[in-house]
């Protein structure tokens, strides 16, 4: 039994990804072994407010691991970017003698459990994101899923794409980040990656992209273009008009966010949630959890956001020469 803490809550955040319950269910069942009382906080931030907090038992993360989206539920919550959303939060939290609280989500969701840890509620925060845009780890819980996803339906768009010889822009998701594009730009072989870090709007080396490759003989041209771009309809009727090549652009959209965990998304998600209830059990506060060289490590909340990380130029290069 912990010393410092006998009840945790938790709470998925932001936009929802694969292997949030996996994440939930390790979180849960690591903290009742140490004896310690779970409460599931439904819809995030929004949830807490509306007091939406059921207690956990075993059997609630029971046949959850394999499922896709979040079983908590999740919401974007204005009210709780504000003090008073924030205080009110603390207070509900009291009542319900939540004294620990770990929040699965991404960067968003990390400034309001900074402000919980500040007003005196204990939190850890979880990387739960399929867009891999959070500088601490290597790994976010939702992306090896969602490249998958994306790859599977980028494979089969480029099979219709060489029987009818047209060119294809295929629009993935990623916020402002390209690891989405980059991962699926070299996964799927694609002739241009579109990458927000990298693409300097210059539709002209495209399309002398694609005519030099209709020469050599090539039948398919498929640009991954990252939603940060975005834009892909009218790319592709510009580059129609200027190459007299059939362009369709596909977005792939929502699709990306769901369905089954991998297993790496459902390992790394299982480790990380076991780790975040032991050092929230064990009294520690306002940390993130992320992967490093495959371990858990924890960084504080602020340093963490304020790290960077690139787009690796080596895999950026490798991605232009293969292509
Ligand atoms: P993500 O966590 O995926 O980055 P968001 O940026 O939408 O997603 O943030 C999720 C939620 O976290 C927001 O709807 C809000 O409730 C909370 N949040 C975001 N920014 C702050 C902030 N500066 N202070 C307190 N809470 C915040
Ligand atoms: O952060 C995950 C993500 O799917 C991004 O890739 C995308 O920009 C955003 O969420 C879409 O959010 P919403 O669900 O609000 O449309």
Redesign the pocket.
Known sequence: MSDEIKTIGILTS????PGMNAAIRAVARKAMAAGVKVKGIKKGYQGLLNEEIIDLERWHVSDTIQRGGTILGTA?CMEFKTEEGQKKGVAICKEHGIEGLVVIG?DGSYRGAQALSRLGINTIGIPG???L?IACTEYTI?FDTAVNTAMQAIDKVRDTSSSHERCSIIEV?????GY?ALWCGIANGAEDILLPEKYDFNEQNIINNIINNRKRGKTHHIIINA??IGHSTSMARRIEAATGIETRATILG?M??GGSPTCKDRYYASIMGAYAADILCAGKSNRVVGIRHGECVDFDIEEALNMTKEIPEYHYEVARILS
């Open positions: 932001g936009g929802d990804a974007r991404g994101t399929i867009d845009d939702g998701m990623g916020r402002n980040a989405i939603e940060g929502y990306q966010r």
